[in-house]
């Protein structure tokens, strides 16, 4: 699946998939972004005001999909934003920063509006990003894996610094979501295209036994029962 990755981008978009980038603000959103759509990180990368959004085009079991990545601030005045921010979205990143305990603590409450704003059935991944900094950790990998598993949700720990599986990451994400809309447009009578089929109902994502990679860091994946 990865090969070919970013496939001849004159031929058409067969997919365009939404993911949002949500958690507290300097939790490094909008520097996994930049890894993984440009892939550039900046140290003196200022905050995000507002929304933005960037897309790529990339090949997904041997489909074009366009992701349209949104980001937006995590500071509470720009909350307004939320049902603009999550309409039609069909993934999420959950983002905290592994050397700060309270972002993680605000997980819940995030995932809360979440589920409020978006599809109850939204592909979603927790991520605990900056996992560079493990000697500052102060989130324990067991804790963020618990939560991940009792809410259903997929996980990784990343780098945004190290591009450490920030494409995987994101990869993994729009993977489940393709083939969960290309087994709904499937089973459709009509064949119907993905915006009849995208309520992705039925689909319970859970996170695996935790494996180490070859670079020793560890991290869950999602998939489908």
């Not at 324990?140 to 809410?151: V, Y």
């Not at 591009?163 to 994101?170: D, M, P, Q």
Request: contains cysteine.
């Amino acid at each position: 699946m990865m090969s070919n990755l970013y496939g001849d981008f004159n031929q058409k978009i067969d997919y365009v998939f939404k993911i949002v980038l949500i958690g507290d603000s300097a939790v490094g959103k909008s520097q996994l972004l930049a890894r993984f759509a440009r892939n550039e990180f900046s140290l003196d990368s200022k905050a995000t005001i507002g929304v933005e959004f960037q897309t790529k085009t990339l090949i997904v079991d041997q489909k074009t999909v366009k992701a349209q990545i949104w980001d937006t601030a995590g500071q509470e005045r720009y909350r307004a934003v939320t049902s603009a921010y999550y309409r039609g979205a069909v993934g999420a990143m959950l983002v905290y920063d592994m050397t700060k305990r309270q972002s993680f603590d605000h997980m819940a409450r995030w995932l809360e509006e979440l589920r409020g704003h978006a599809d109850k059935n939204i592909v979603i991944m927790l991520i605990g990003n900056k996992c560079d900094l493990g000697s500052l950790r102060a989130v324990p990998t067991e804790d963020a894996q618990e939560f991940a598993e009792r809410e259903n949700l997929c996980f990784m720990e990343t780098s945004a610094l190290e591009s450490t599986n920030v494409e995987s990451a994101f990869m993994t994400v729009l993977t489940q979501i393709y083939r969960i809309i290309s087994k709904k447009t499937l089973n459709a009578a009509d064949g119907s295209e993905y915006e009849k089929s995208a309520s992705l109902k039925g689909t319970r994502i859970i996170v695996p036994g935790q494996d180490s990679d070859p670079g020793g860091r560890k991290a869950g994946c999602c998939r489908s029962s």
